[in-house]
């Protein structure tokens, strides 16, 4: 079994490989996978991944046939996220997914990432305890929406407390995004963002739906990320929001 980058011709056998697992691994109906298979990695998605050199898309190949296959981003400096792990259902049993798994956090390794979060629909049984047996703790829920409809996503790290990360600010300032202290957006949460360490001052927000800083907030406490219209909504309600 050899696990390597994904290619270009890899993207019939990816998208078969997802479209069989998430039909055994989760109740959704034929029409909610094939939409979302065609957002997730249509051609053009998948070589827009390919180009990224932040998102990791490892495949398992056995004898030259994808049975696997993994997808993460990296979020800041030294923190990643695995977002999906697919094993084909007729060859699971067999240690794969530990195996893709040991190879995907290889990957990032060697993009200096120390710290792996995944994140894992409700609802996949399987899925919540592949991370609980490496020792991961639950430390959120997000959600995420297919073909309409939205689902929860538990969220796991290794740390129950992740701490602060430092990232450079466009302004080429040293930021810190504090990891335990987030709040919902529409699409994904926002992490706080303090000019310190250690400090109370805060700088913004950071989005990690595109994994961008998010700067801007009005009087009500809404905030949206310019880059991907992830929204915060107002801490107090009127008319003007309803």
């Not at 080429?172 to 202290?181: A, G, I, K, L, P």
């Not at 310190?196 to 950071?206: S, W």
């Not at 907030?217 to 809404?222: A, V």
């Amino acid at each position: 079994m050899e696990f390597r980058r994904a290619r270009p011709a890899d993207g019939p056998a990816i998208r078969d490989v997802a479209r069989r697992s998430l039909g055994a691994s989760y109740s959704l109906g034929p029409q909610a996978i094939t939409s979302a298979i065609e957002e997730w990695y249509d051609e053009d998605r998948l070589a827009t991944m390919l180009s990224d050199p932040d998102h990791v898309l490892l495949v398992a190949d056995d004898a030259g046939q994808v049975v696997a296959f993994s997808e993460s981003l990296v979020a800041t400096a030294n923190t990643a996220t695995l977002l999906w792990l697919h094993v084909d259902p007729t060859r699971r049993g067999e240690g794969i997914a530990t195996d893709l798994f040991e190879a995907t956090r290889g990957a990032l390794e060697q993009l200096d990432v120390m710290n792996l979060r995944g994140r894992v629909l409700a609802e996949n049984t399987g899925g919540n305890e592949f991370y609980g047996q490496r020792g991961f703790h639950q430390v959120g829920t997000d959600t995420v929406e297919i073909d309409g409809e939205s689902y929860v996503e538990n969220i796991y790290a290794e740390s129950e407390r992740w701490g602060r990360e430092a990232i450079e600010a466009p302004d080429s300032r040293t930021v810190y995004v504090d990891h335990d202290n987030h709040e919902r957006g529409s699409k994904a949460t926002f992490h706080v963002v303090f000019s310190e360490r250690e400090g109370d001052d805060r700088y913004g927000y950071f989005c990690s739906n595109c994994n961008t800083l998010a700067l801007a907030m009005d009087s009500m406490g809404r905030i949206e990320c310019e880059s991907c219209g992830n929204v915060r909504k107002p801490v107090r309600w009127d008319a003007a929001y309803m």
